[in-house]
Protein backbone atom coordinates (compact mmCIF):
# COMPACT_ATOMS: atom_id res chain seq x y z
CA UNK A 1 0.00 0.00 0.00
CA UNK A 2 1.40 2.96 -0.56
CA UNK A 3 0.11 6.54 0.54
CA UNK A 4 1.55 9.65 2.19
CA UNK A 5 2.29 7.86 5.11
CA UNK A 6 5.00 5.39 2.89
CA UNK A 7 9.15 6.78 2.98
CA UNK A 8 9.91 5.99 -0.03
CA UNK A 9 13.56 6.30 1.09
CA UNK A 10 13.50 2.59 3.45
CA UNK A 11 12.63 0.81 -0.03
CA UNK A 12 15.81 2.53 -1.05
CA UNK A 13 17.96 1.14 1.73
CA UNK A 14 16.70 -2.30 1.42
CA UNK A 15 17.24 -2.56 -2.18
CA UNK A 16 19.44 -4.47 -4.52
CA UNK A 17 21.60 -1.45 -5.52
CA UNK A 18 22.25 -0.23 -1.55
CA UNK A 19 23.03 -3.43 -0.21
CA UNK A 20 25.68 -4.18 -2.47
CA UNK A 21 26.88 -0.68 -2.14
CA UNK A 22 27.19 -1.74 1.27
CA UNK A 23 29.33 -4.80 0.88
CA UNK A 24 31.64 -3.20 -1.97
CA UNK A 25 32.15 -0.46 1.26
CA UNK A 26 33.25 -3.26 3.51
CA UNK A 27 35.62 -4.87 0.66
CA UNK A 28 37.00 -1.33 0.44
CA UNK A 29 37.41 -0.48 4.36
CA UNK A 30 38.63 -3.80 4.53
CA UNK A 31 41.31 -3.10 1.80
CA UNK A 32 42.67 0.18 2.93
CA UNK A 33 42.59 -1.42 7.38
CA UNK A 34 44.80 -3.63 5.86
CA UNK A 35 47.20 -1.32 3.78
CA UNK A 36 47.78 0.47 6.46
CA UNK A 37 48.39 -2.44 8.67
CA UNK A 38 51.44 -3.51 5.39
CA UNK A 39 49.27 -6.57 4.20
CA UNK A 40 48.16 -5.13 0.78
CA UNK A 41 49.63 -2.42 -0.79
CA UNK A 42 48.79 0.90 -0.73
CA UNK A 43 48.29 1.91 -4.20
CA UNK A 44 46.31 -1.18 -4.46
CA UNK A 45 44.12 0.36 -1.75
CA UNK A 46 43.71 3.34 -3.02
CA UNK A 47 43.06 2.24 -7.03
CA UNK A 48 40.21 0.25 -5.12
CA UNK A 49 38.86 3.19 -3.40
CA UNK A 50 38.77 4.88 -6.83
CA UNK A 51 37.45 2.72 -9.28
CA UNK A 52 35.98 -0.22 -7.82
CA UNK A 53 32.23 -0.10 -8.59
CA UNK A 54 29.54 -2.78 -9.79
CA UNK A 55 26.43 -3.15 -12.14
CA UNK A 56 22.99 -4.90 -10.52
CA UNK A 57 22.36 -6.51 -13.91
CA UNK A 58 25.74 -7.77 -14.43
CA UNK A 59 25.93 -9.09 -10.76
CA UNK A 60 22.56 -11.31 -11.79
CA UNK A 61 23.88 -12.76 -14.65
CA UNK A 62 27.15 -13.87 -13.32
CA UNK A 63 24.82 -15.43 -9.84
CA UNK A 64 22.91 -17.23 -12.39
CA UNK A 65 25.98 -19.23 -13.64
CA UNK A 66 28.09 -19.63 -10.40
CA UNK A 67 24.90 -19.71 -7.66
CA UNK A 68 27.37 -17.74 -5.16
CA UNK A 69 26.19 -14.02 -4.74
CA UNK A 70 29.15 -12.48 -2.93
CA UNK A 71 31.50 -14.48 -5.94
CA UNK A 72 29.14 -12.90 -8.34
CA UNK A 73 29.18 -9.46 -6.65
CA UNK A 74 33.41 -9.84 -6.56
CA UNK A 75 34.10 -11.34 -10.27
CA UNK A 76 31.65 -8.21 -11.38
CA UNK A 77 33.62 -6.00 -9.24
CA UNK A 78 37.23 -7.06 -10.86
CA UNK A 79 35.36 -6.35 -14.14
CA UNK A 80 34.92 -3.00 -13.54
CA UNK A 81 38.59 -2.67 -12.15
CA UNK A 82 39.57 -4.21 -15.43
CA UNK A 83 37.62 -1.72 -17.36
CA UNK A 84 39.32 0.92 -15.80
CA UNK A 85 43.22 -0.59 -16.32
CA UNK A 86 43.61 -1.66 -12.74
CA UNK A 87 43.38 -5.88 -12.86
CA UNK A 88 46.56 -5.62 -11.09
CA UNK A 89 44.83 -4.31 -8.06
CA UNK A 90 41.41 -5.85 -8.17
CA UNK A 91 43.57 -9.07 -6.73
CA UNK A 92 43.75 -7.28 -3.60
CA UNK A 93 40.07 -7.39 -3.64
CA UNK A 94 38.37 -10.01 -0.61
CA UNK A 95 41.23 -10.25 0.37
CA UNK A 96 41.51 -12.67 3.73
CA UNK A 97 37.68 -12.24 3.96
CA UNK A 98 35.45 -15.40 3.80
CA UNK A 99 31.91 -14.37 2.33
CA UNK A 100 30.05 -13.46 5.55
CA UNK A 101 32.64 -11.30 6.47
CA UNK A 102 31.35 -9.02 4.00
CA UNK A 103 27.51 -10.21 4.24
CA UNK A 104 26.79 -10.04 7.69
CA UNK A 105 29.49 -6.87 8.64
CA UNK A 106 26.94 -4.85 5.70
CA UNK A 107 24.27 -6.29 6.70
CA UNK A 108 24.52 -4.17 10.15
CA UNK A 109 25.24 -1.21 8.08
CA UNK A 110 22.09 -1.59 6.21
CA UNK A 111 19.89 -1.94 10.08
CA UNK A 112 21.84 1.02 11.07
CA UNK A 113 20.34 3.05 8.15
CA UNK A 114 16.77 1.85 8.36
CA UNK A 115 16.93 1.88 12.03
CA UNK A 116 17.29 5.85 11.82
CA UNK A 117 13.95 6.81 9.96
CA UNK A 118 12.23 4.00 13.20
CA UNK A 119 13.79 6.35 15.75
CA UNK A 120 12.64 9.66 13.85
CA UNK A 121 8.72 7.92 13.88
CA UNK A 122 9.05 6.98 17.85
CA UNK A 123 10.24 10.37 18.61
CA UNK A 124 7.54 12.28 16.36
CA UNK A 125 4.89 9.64 18.04
CA UNK A 126 6.09 10.56 21.66
CA UNK A 127 5.54 14.25 20.73
CA UNK A 128 2.15 13.65 19.41
CA UNK A 129 0.47 11.22 22.24
CA UNK A 130 2.09 14.20 24.72
CA UNK A 131 0.14 17.06 23.22
CA UNK A 132 -3.02 14.89 23.38
CA UNK A 133 -2.85 13.69 26.73
CA UNK A 134 -2.25 17.14 27.78
CA UNK A 135 -5.19 18.26 25.54
CA UNK A 136 -7.58 15.85 27.12
CA UNK A 137 -6.08 15.61 31.37
CA UNK A 138 -8.91 16.08 32.25
CA UNK A 139 -11.66 14.91 29.83
CA UNK A 140 -13.49 12.33 32.11
CA UNK A 141 -14.29 9.18 30.54
CA UNK A 142 -15.76 5.67 32.39
CA UNK A 143 -12.67 3.14 32.99
CA UNK A 144 -13.61 0.10 31.92
CA UNK A 145 -12.29 -3.64 32.91
CA UNK A 146 -12.90 -6.58 30.31
CA UNK A 147 -14.57 -4.22 28.29
CA UNK A 148 -17.67 -3.11 31.54
CA UNK A 149 -17.90 -0.04 33.42
CA UNK A 150 -15.03 0.12 36.05
CA UNK A 151 -14.39 3.84 37.78
CA UNK A 152 -13.99 7.12 36.20
CA UNK A 153 -10.62 8.11 34.25
CA UNK A 154 -9.74 10.23 31.85
CA UNK A 155 -8.90 10.34 28.20
CA UNK A 156 -5.70 12.21 28.89
CA UNK A 157 -4.84 9.57 31.28
CA UNK A 158 -4.73 7.12 28.51
CA UNK A 159 -2.94 8.99 26.19
CA UNK A 160 -0.17 9.34 28.81
CA UNK A 161 -0.35 5.63 29.60
CA UNK A 162 0.48 5.19 25.89
CA UNK A 163 3.39 8.08 25.74
CA UNK A 164 4.91 6.25 28.89
CA UNK A 165 5.01 2.78 26.92
CA UNK A 166 6.22 4.05 23.67
CA UNK A 167 9.06 5.96 25.83
CA UNK A 168 10.17 2.53 26.75
CA UNK A 169 10.04 2.09 23.11
CA UNK A 170 12.78 4.59 22.84
CA UNK A 171 14.92 3.06 24.99
CA UNK A 172 14.64 -0.71 23.46
CA UNK A 173 15.32 0.56 20.17
CA UNK A 174 18.45 2.42 21.45
CA UNK A 175 19.17 -0.46 22.81
CA UNK A 176 18.47 -2.62 20.41
CA UNK A 177 19.50 -0.95 17.82
CA UNK A 178 23.64 -0.75 19.57
CA UNK A 179 23.53 -4.19 19.94
CA UNK A 180 22.86 -5.19 16.31
CA UNK A 181 25.73 -2.38 15.48
CA UNK A 182 28.43 -4.75 14.92
CA UNK A 183 30.41 -6.68 12.06
CA UNK A 184 32.89 -9.88 11.97
CA UNK A 185 35.79 -10.24 10.02
CA UNK A 186 37.08 -13.67 11.40
CA UNK A 187 36.90 -15.73 8.93
CA UNK A 188 35.40 -19.10 8.21
CA UNK A 189 34.93 -20.27 11.86
CA UNK A 190 35.65 -17.61 13.65
CA UNK A 191 39.10 -17.83 14.53
CA UNK A 192 41.17 -15.10 12.47
CA UNK A 193 42.95 -17.78 10.77
CA UNK A 194 43.56 -14.95 7.35
CA UNK A 195 43.34 -11.73 9.01
CA UNK A 196 43.94 -10.84 12.80
CA UNK A 197 41.49 -9.48 15.58
CA UNK A 198 43.73 -5.79 15.59
CA UNK A 199 42.53 -5.94 11.49
CA UNK A 200 38.84 -6.38 12.13
CA UNK A 201 39.00 -3.81 14.48
CA UNK A 202 40.28 -1.50 12.33
CA UNK A 203 37.76 -2.20 9.24
CA UNK A 204 35.06 -1.97 11.73
CA UNK A 205 35.90 1.34 13.18
CA UNK A 206 36.32 2.72 9.35
CA UNK A 207 32.47 1.48 9.02
CA UNK A 208 31.51 2.61 12.34
CA UNK A 209 30.67 -0.62 13.80
CA UNK A 210 31.71 -2.25 17.06
CA UNK A 211 33.94 -5.54 16.06
CA UNK A 212 31.73 -8.41 18.02
CA UNK A 213 33.85 -10.12 20.57
CA UNK A 214 33.12 -13.98 19.54
CA UNK A 215 31.60 -14.81 16.46
CA UNK A 216 31.30 -18.04 14.78
CA UNK A 217 30.96 -17.54 10.37
CA UNK A 218 28.34 -14.86 11.26
CA UNK A 219 27.22 -12.25 13.97
CA UNK A 220 25.33 -14.65 16.18
CA UNK A 221 21.50 -14.22 15.88
CA UNK A 222 20.34 -13.73 19.44
CA UNK A 223 21.24 -9.90 18.50
CA UNK A 224 19.15 -10.11 15.11
CA UNK A 225 15.96 -11.56 17.30
CA UNK A 226 16.43 -8.96 19.86
CA UNK A 227 16.25 -6.26 17.08
CA UNK A 228 13.10 -8.04 15.60
CA UNK A 229 11.19 -8.85 19.00
CA UNK A 230 11.85 -5.23 19.63
CA UNK A 231 9.85 -4.00 16.27
CA UNK A 232 7.08 -6.45 17.11
CA UNK A 233 6.91 -5.12 20.50
CA UNK A 234 6.64 -1.42 19.16
CA UNK A 235 4.01 -2.55 16.64
CA UNK A 236 2.64 -4.46 19.16
CA UNK A 237 1.36 -0.97 20.86
CA UNK A 238 0.61 0.76 17.49
CA UNK A 239 -1.96 -2.41 17.48
CA UNK A 240 -2.91 -1.94 20.81
CA UNK A 241 -3.70 1.87 20.49
CA UNK A 242 -5.50 1.16 17.65
CA UNK A 243 -7.69 -1.43 19.02
CA UNK A 244 -8.97 1.17 21.69
CA UNK A 245 -9.51 3.49 19.05
CA UNK A 246 -11.97 1.06 17.84
CA UNK A 247 -13.51 0.50 20.69
CA UNK A 248 -14.63 3.88 21.16
CA UNK A 249 -15.63 4.58 17.64
CA UNK A 250 -18.37 1.31 18.36
CA UNK A 251 -21.57 3.29 17.55
CA UNK A 252 -22.55 2.23 21.26
CA UNK A 253 -19.90 4.08 22.53
CA UNK A 254 -18.85 6.88 19.86
CA UNK A 255 -16.53 8.64 22.48
CA UNK A 256 -13.77 8.71 19.68
CA UNK A 257 -13.26 8.43 16.34
CA UNK A 258 -10.79 8.22 12.97
CA UNK A 259 -10.64 11.50 11.29
CA UNK A 260 -12.73 11.05 8.31
CA UNK A 261 -12.57 13.42 5.17
CA UNK A 262 -15.81 14.92 3.81
CA UNK A 263 -15.20 13.37 0.72
CA UNK A 264 -14.38 9.77 2.44
CA UNK A 265 -16.84 6.80 1.75
CA UNK A 266 -17.01 4.47 4.30
CA UNK A 267 -19.00 1.65 2.48
CA UNK A 268 -20.09 0.51 -0.91
CA UNK A 269 -23.61 0.09 0.49
CA UNK A 270 -24.17 1.40 3.57
CA UNK A 271 -23.84 6.12 3.23
CA UNK A 272 -23.86 6.05 6.68
CA UNK A 273 -21.10 3.84 7.42
CA UNK A 274 -17.92 5.49 9.21
CA UNK A 275 -15.38 2.58 9.69
CA UNK A 276 -12.02 2.54 11.37
CA UNK A 277 -10.41 1.79 8.55
CA UNK A 278 -6.57 2.75 9.73
CA UNK A 279 -6.92 1.48 12.79
CA UNK A 280 -7.90 -1.98 11.45
CA UNK A 281 -5.12 -1.37 8.89
CA UNK A 282 -2.87 -0.68 11.81
CA UNK A 283 -4.03 -4.01 13.89
CA UNK A 284 -3.41 -6.52 10.99
CA UNK A 285 0.06 -5.22 9.76
CA UNK A 286 1.11 -6.13 13.68
CA UNK A 287 0.45 -9.66 13.03
CA UNK A 288 2.87 -10.14 10.57
CA UNK A 289 5.77 -8.07 12.41
CA UNK A 290 4.97 -10.45 15.47
CA UNK A 291 5.49 -13.09 13.19
CA UNK A 292 8.56 -12.18 12.07
CA UNK A 293 9.72 -11.93 15.81
CA UNK A 294 8.97 -15.17 15.15
CA UNK A 295 11.11 -16.32 12.75
CA UNK A 296 14.25 -14.22 13.75
CA UNK A 297 13.89 -16.56 17.03
CA UNK A 298 14.24 -19.45 14.74
CA UNK A 299 17.77 -18.16 12.90
CA UNK A 300 19.25 -18.67 16.62
CA UNK A 301 19.80 -21.95 16.35
CA UNK A 302 22.16 -22.61 13.05
CA UNK A 303 24.31 -26.30 12.85
CA UNK A 304 27.81 -26.10 14.14
CA UNK A 305 29.74 -22.64 13.05
CA UNK A 306 26.99 -21.67 10.63
CA UNK A 307 24.71 -22.79 8.32
CA UNK A 308 22.17 -20.71 5.65
CA UNK A 309 19.32 -21.47 6.93
CA UNK A 310 18.76 -17.90 8.51
CA UNK A 311 19.68 -16.06 5.12
CA UNK A 312 16.98 -16.32 3.12
CA UNK A 313 14.47 -15.93 6.37
CA UNK A 314 16.08 -12.44 6.72
CA UNK A 315 16.13 -11.06 3.39
CA UNK A 316 12.49 -11.26 4.06
CA UNK A 317 12.11 -10.10 7.44
CA UNK A 318 14.68 -7.57 7.87
CA UNK A 319 13.26 -5.45 5.44
CA UNK A 320 9.53 -6.08 6.06
CA UNK A 321 9.89 -5.73 9.75
CA UNK A 322 11.50 -2.12 9.51
CA UNK A 323 9.55 -0.96 6.38
CA UNK A 324 6.23 -2.72 8.41
CA UNK A 325 7.05 -0.62 11.50
CA UNK A 326 8.12 2.77 10.21
CA UNK A 327 4.88 2.83 8.74
CA UNK A 328 2.56 1.56 11.61
CA UNK A 329 4.43 4.70 13.86
CA UNK A 330 3.62 7.26 10.66
CA UNK A 331 0.22 5.84 10.84
CA UNK A 332 -0.58 5.57 14.57
CA UNK A 333 0.92 8.70 14.81
CA UNK A 334 -1.27 10.34 12.27
CA UNK A 335 -4.40 8.24 13.47
CA UNK A 336 -3.61 10.06 17.09
CA UNK A 337 -2.62 13.32 15.66
CA UNK A 338 -6.76 13.96 13.89
CA UNK A 339 -8.06 11.97 15.92
CA UNK A 340 -11.55 13.33 16.82
CA UNK A 341 -12.53 12.98 20.57
CA UNK A 342 -16.22 13.52 21.96
CA UNK A 343 -15.58 14.59 25.36
CA UNK A 344 -19.46 15.26 25.72
CA UNK A 345 -20.31 10.90 24.85
CA UNK A 346 -17.90 10.56 27.61
CA UNK A 347 -19.85 12.09 29.95
CA UNK A 348 -23.26 10.86 28.93
CA UNK A 349 -21.27 7.52 29.23
CA UNK A 350 -20.14 7.51 32.22
CA UNK A 351 -23.44 8.77 33.58
CA UNK A 352 -25.15 5.96 31.80
CA UNK A 353 -24.49 3.61 34.72
CA UNK A 354 -26.30 5.26 37.06
CA UNK A 355 -23.10 6.21 39.68
CA UNK A 356 -22.15 2.27 39.51
CA UNK A 357 -19.02 3.50 39.10
CA UNK A 358 -18.62 4.68 42.65
CA UNK A 359 -19.93 1.47 43.98
CA UNK A 360 -15.79 0.81 45.02
CA UNK A 361 -15.84 4.02 47.41
CA UNK A 362 -18.87 3.14 48.97
CA UNK A 363 -17.49 -0.10 50.23
CA UNK A 364 -14.71 2.08 51.66
CA UNK A 365 -16.79 4.52 53.17
CA UNK A 366 -18.70 1.76 55.32
CA UNK A 367 -15.41 0.00 56.20
CA UNK A 368 -14.15 3.14 57.31
CA UNK A 369 -17.21 3.74 59.88
CA UNK A 370 -16.80 0.25 61.46
CA UNK A 371 -18.73 -2.24 59.11
CA UNK A 372 -17.00 -5.63 58.10
CA UNK A 373 -15.92 -5.78 54.60
CA UNK A 374 -17.70 -8.82 53.99
CA UNK A 375 -20.83 -7.07 55.18
CA UNK A 376 -20.64 -3.96 53.38
CA UNK A 377 -19.62 -6.01 50.24
CA UNK A 378 -22.83 -7.51 50.64
CA UNK A 379 -25.20 -4.16 51.43
CA UNK A 380 -23.36 -2.67 48.55
CA UNK A 381 -23.85 -5.51 45.94
CA UNK A 382 -27.73 -5.34 46.55
CA UNK A 383 -28.29 -2.51 45.35
CA UNK A 384 -25.91 -2.09 42.39
CA UNK A 385 -27.07 -5.23 41.12
CA UNK A 386 -30.81 -3.67 41.54
CA UNK A 387 -29.54 -0.18 39.83
CA UNK A 388 -27.53 -2.33 37.09
CA UNK A 389 -30.81 -4.55 36.63
CA UNK A 390 -33.73 -1.71 36.87
CA UNK A 391 -31.25 0.80 35.29
CA UNK A 392 -32.07 2.92 38.64
CA UNK A 393 -30.33 5.24 40.47
CA UNK A 394 -27.54 3.72 42.59
CA UNK A 395 -27.07 6.45 44.97
CA UNK A 396 -30.80 7.02 45.60
CA UNK A 397 -31.16 3.17 46.41
CA UNK A 398 -28.09 3.32 48.86
CA UNK A 399 -29.43 6.32 50.78
CA UNK A 400 -32.90 4.40 51.11
CA UNK A 401 -30.93 1.43 51.88
CA UNK A 402 -31.62 1.22 56.19
CA UNK A 403 -28.45 -1.00 56.94
CA UNK A 404 -26.27 1.83 54.62
CA UNK A 405 -28.06 4.79 55.92
CA UNK A 406 -27.72 3.67 59.19
CA UNK A 407 -23.96 4.11 58.68
CA UNK A 408 -23.63 6.49 56.78
CA UNK A 409 -23.79 10.67 56.63
CA UNK A 410 -24.95 12.74 53.78
CA UNK A 411 -21.52 14.36 53.81
CA UNK A 412 -20.16 10.19 53.70
CA UNK A 413 -21.80 9.87 50.56
CA UNK A 414 -21.07 13.33 48.86
CA UNK A 415 -17.73 12.12 49.26
CA UNK A 416 -18.30 8.64 47.85
CA UNK A 417 -20.02 10.11 44.97
CA UNK A 418 -17.70 12.48 44.46
CA UNK A 419 -15.87 12.43 40.65
CA UNK A 420 -13.53 15.07 42.06
CA UNK A 421 -12.42 12.92 44.59
CA UNK A 422 -11.70 9.92 42.31
CA UNK A 423 -9.60 12.11 40.30
CA UNK A 424 -7.96 14.02 42.68
CA UNK A 425 -4.41 12.23 41.64
CA UNK A 426 -4.44 13.02 37.89
CA UNK A 427 -2.03 15.98 38.60
CA UNK A 428 0.67 13.82 40.28
CA UNK A 429 0.09 10.95 37.56
CA UNK A 430 1.15 13.50 34.58
CA UNK A 431 4.09 14.89 36.95
CA UNK A 432 5.12 11.53 37.35
CA UNK A 433 4.69 10.52 33.60
CA UNK A 434 6.01 13.42 31.66
CA UNK A 435 8.47 14.71 34.26
CA UNK A 436 10.31 10.93 33.72
CA UNK A 437 10.02 11.63 30.09
Known sequence: MIDRYTRP??????????????????????????????????????????????????ITEIEAEVRHDVIAFTTAVSEKMAEAGQAEHSRWLHYGLTSNDVVDTAQALVIRQASEPITAGIEKFREVLKRRAWEFKDAVIVGRTHGVHAEPTTFGLK????????????????????????????????????ISPVAEEKICERLGLLAAPISSQVIQR???AHYVSTLALIAATCEKIALEVRHLQRTEVREAQEYFSKSQKGSSAMPHKKNPITSEQI????????????????NVALWHER???HSSVERVILPDSTILVEYLLA????????????????????????????SG??????????????????????????????????????EADS???????????????????????????????????
Not at 283 to 298: I, P, S, T
Not at 378 to 397: H, P, S, T, Y
Request: net charge negative; charged share 25%; aromatic share 10%.
Open 307 to 309: DIS
Open 9 to 58: HMGRIWSEENRYRQWLEVELAASEALAELGEVPVEAAQALRQHADFDVQR
Open 331 to 358: KTTDLIDRLLVYPEHMRKNLESGGGLVY
Open 361 to 398: QLLLELAAKGVLREQAYRWVQRNAMKAWEEDGDFRALA
Open 403 to 437: DIAGVLQSADFDHAFSLENQLRHVDAIFERVFAAG
Open 283 to 298: CGLARVVRANAQAAFE
Open 222 to 224: DRH
Open 159 to 194: VANWYAEVSRHATRFSEAREQIRVGKISGAVGTFAH
